[in-house]
């Protein structure tokens, strides 16, 4: 299974556009890379899933170059809600739960 | 719909003494996971089960650790005897066997410390 790598931590001030950037070199093509969410006390939660390009929901986007060798999970005007850590899985979609979720990155929104 | 619960949220025991923690998936998930997460970690899988059937088991120590799923519904996993380094959170989480993205369902967990 691929390995993922993040940044540890990020700060950003309310209101503004955080993108937090996956290195997965050795993604294999039947791959897709998820992102879950997880605030203290908490269980992880999904946030959102792709396979190439752009993925769009209601919470977050996802940018994927041609050659999947990396991922941009793109959260929109946040809010000091949005503080929680962030994790980028990489893998089937019935295998990457079978991976350690990594570190994530520590996203700190200030006000 | 209710969500994955779990029980209890907390529980402080001393060393050597057995643990054991409850999980109920969400209705209809015949997928059931349970992870360690350490403090600063990020969730590390133990045990999956699909059905009654624990089909990946290689990360569970199995020499203090063990789980069920009977029925193929509630799972219980036990530490027996605790060691210090148990002190963690348990996490339980669901999902369908055939979903469309593998989402993961997780309940708020169960933290362990062992004294």
């Known amino acids: 299974l691929a390995k993922t790598t993040q940044p540890v931590s990020m700060d950003s001030y309310e209101g503004q556009e955080v993108n937090i950037t996956c290195s997965h070199n050795?993604?294999?093509?039947?791959?897709?890379i998820t992102w879950y969410q997880q605030f203290p006390s908490q269980g992880p939660r999904f946030i959102i899933q792709?396979?190439?390009t752009k993925v769009t929901n209601e919470v977050a986007s996802l940018f994927i170059p041609a050659d999947r060798k990396s991922s941009t999970l793109s959260l929109p005007r946040v809010s000091l809600s949005d503080t929680a850590v962030y994790y980028c899985?990489?893998?089937?979609?019935?295998?990457?739960?079978?991976?350690?979720f990594g570190t994530g990155t520590k996203l700190q929104v200030i006000p | 719909e209710a969500g994955v619960v779990q029980s209890p949220r907390y529980k402080i025991i001393e060393k050597k003494q057995p643990v054991a923690f409850w999980c109920n998936p969400i209705?209809?998930?015949?997928?059931l996971y349970w992870y360690l997460q350490n403090l600063g970690q990020g969730p590390e899988l133990l045990i999956r089960?699909?059905?009654?059937?624990?089909?990946?088991d290689s990360q569970l120590p199995k020499d203090r650790f063990s789980a069920e799923r009977l029925k193929g519904v509630d799972s219980t996993l036990k530490i027996q005897p605790a060691e210090l380094g148990d002190s963690a959170v348990y996490l339980c989480?669901?999902?369908?066997?055939?979903?469309?993205?593998?989402?993961?369902?997780f309940g708020e967990g169960s933290r362990l410390t062992v004294l």
């Open positions: 050795n993604i294999a093509t039947n791959d897709y």
């Open positions: 089960y699909e059905n009654e059937e624990a089909v990946d």
């Open positions: 209705s209809g998930h015949n997928t």
């Open positions: 989480a669901s999902s369908f066997p055939d979903g469309n993205t593998g989402e993961l369902f």
């Open positions: 899985l990489v893998g089937d979609k019935g295998g990457y739960q079978k991976v350690t």
């Open positions: 792709g396979y190439k």
